[in-house]
């Protein structure tokens, strides 16, 4: 599993054959392999990968503790990636743009913006009732639970409540162009999140490969 870090930057778009694509910029690495896990000591494979290195003044005691014993900078975001084979992989290398190819289908994980606690219309696109003077139900809800039995409203009905600020991945982005010397993928489409938010890179888990015989 390829996977990297990066900074959402923002919008923008690439001309390619006479066409203009929309794409999302993202400032993607160079990260470090700060540990790697193997099935003996940990129960499966996988490397630690940080991002963005802070002063040492901004970690705390026991990551200062892990960062000294892979003897690398203090980085502000640690993320593991499965692999299958951890030897190919040496603590401290770097790891950038590179492992990755224009055309490419990757998969795009971050956190949505958060827009608070937002009524039905907004969070679930209800219709409301009408406009007109006097109805007293324009942005309501309307009606929510049972009568005498089961006298209750069921888990999951939609209601008001937090809006955004959730987990989201987009599967299946293409990546449009690549620019190695200032680490930036421009992938097609949107990015969740918020500028300068973190967003995890993985190559595509769904992506549709060639047919073999």
Not at 15 to 42: L, N, S, Y
Not at 177 to 186: E, F, G, P, S, T
């Amino acid at each position: 599993m390829k996977g990297i870090l990066g900074k959402k930057v923002g919008m923008t778009r690439v001309f390619k054959d006479d066409k203009a694509i929309p794409v999302t910029v993202i400032k993607a690495g160079p990260c470090v392999v700060v540990q790697k896990k193997t099935v003996e000591t940990d129960g499966y494979n996988a490397i630690q990968i940080g991002f963005e290195e802070i002063p040492e003044r901004k970690a705390n005691k026991p990551l200062m503790g892990h960062f000294k014993k892979a003897q690398v900078q203090p980085l502000r975001y640690l993320r593991e990636f499965r692999v299958d084979n951890v030897d190919d992989y040496e603590i401290g290398q770097k790891i950038d743009v590179t492992i990755f190819s224009e055309g490419e289908k990757i998969d795009l994980i971050g956190n949505s913006k958060g827009r608070g606690y937002s009524g039905v219309m907004k969070r679930w696109n209800f219709r409301g009732g009408e406009d007109t003077h006097g109805s007293k139900f324009h942005r309501g809800l309307g009606s929510t639970g049972m009568a005498t039995f089961p006298s209750k409203v069921f888990k999951g009905k939609k209601m008001p409540g937090q809006y955004g600020n959730e987990r989201v991945t987009i599967q299946n982005s293409e990546i449009v162009y690549i620019d190695v010397q200032n680490n930036l993928i421009a992938v097609k489409g949107g990015v969740p999140g918020a500028r300068g938010g973190l967003v995890t890179i993985k190559e595509a888990v769904k992506a549709k490969r060639p047919k073999t015989k």
